[in-house]
């Protein structure tokens, strides 16, 4: 569940050994990239994605010169 997700408080040790509950505030928004499963970005703004759509287009550069280099030439 998403409350799960995003703990609203974290249990952690004081200087004393006592444990305290420290309230956590999110100062970014809870978004889940769907791309490679990281918080803090949207799968717009994934890098991953980015970096794979940057190399199909230089692939699809090299395919279309490479029809153009196979083309006959008469
Ligand atoms: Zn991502």
């Known amino acids: 569940m998403l409350n799960n997700m995003y ?15 420290q309230k956590v505030e999110y100062e970014w928004k809870p978004v889940l990239c769907s791309r490679c499963r990281n918080f803090r ?11 794979e759509e940057t190399r199909n287009t230089e692939m699809n550069k090299e395919q279309q010169m490479g029809k153009i280099n196979q083309a006959p030439t008469n």
């Open 41 to 51: 970005h949207e799968l717009s703004e994934c890098r991953m994605k980015l970096k």
């Open 7 to 21: 703990p609203l408080e974290v249990m952690f040790e004081n200087e004393h050994g006592k444990i305290m509950k």
